[in-house]
């Protein structure tokens, strides 16, 4: 029996247009949310989503 659910925004916690499986993988994962138009970097691996924080760019110095 093959579970899906859909993927919530993890600012606004509503529907994507993202439905995932069990057996889906995701990696580095741009998820655009169509209502708070807010765009985040996840990661996906059996139905559970974690939220990947990139260092901010730092600045040069001369």
Not at 37 to 52: A, D, Y
Request: net charge positive; proline share 6%.
């Amino acid at each position: 029996m093959e579970c899906s659910k859909w993927l919530l925004c993890p600012v606004c916690n509503n529907k994507t247009r993202i439905r995932l499986r069990e057996d889906t993988l995701l990696e580095n994962f741009p998820l655009f949310c169509p209502k708070c138009k807010h765009e985040t970097l996840i990661r996906v691996q059996q139905l559970n989503m974690s939220i990947i924080k990139e260092p901010d760019a730092k600045t040069q110095s001369r």
